[in-house]
């Protein structure tokens, strides 16, 4: 990748995206600005789900499961 945000994307590849710990998978805060970072995680469809973000939209579909 080009321009000026070459930085920002290696620290972005260097950050552990994420931590699963039993069943709670946390996805790692990444302090940049001006790049979007997509996320994509798939799980069965009775799980419970409880989900947070600080920007942006988040899409749930699918789950069976009962909200928490």
């Known amino acids: 990748m080009t321009g000026s945000h070459d930085r920002e994307v ?7 995206q994420y931590n699963q710990n ?3 998978i946390r ?3 990444a302090d ?3 790049i979007s970072v ?3 995680i798939t799980v069965p ?3 419970t ?3 947070r973000t600080g920007s942006g939209n988040q899409t749930v579909q699918g789950l069976k499961g009962k909200p928490d």
């Open 10 to 16: 290696h620290e972005l590849q260097e950050i552990r």
């Open 22 to 24: 039993a069943n709670n």
């Open 27 to 29: 996805i790692a805060y």
């Open 32 to 34: 940049v600005r001006d």
């Open 38 to 40: 997509d996320y994509e």
């Open 45 to 47: 469809a009775e799980t």
């Open 49 to 51: 789900l409880r989900s």
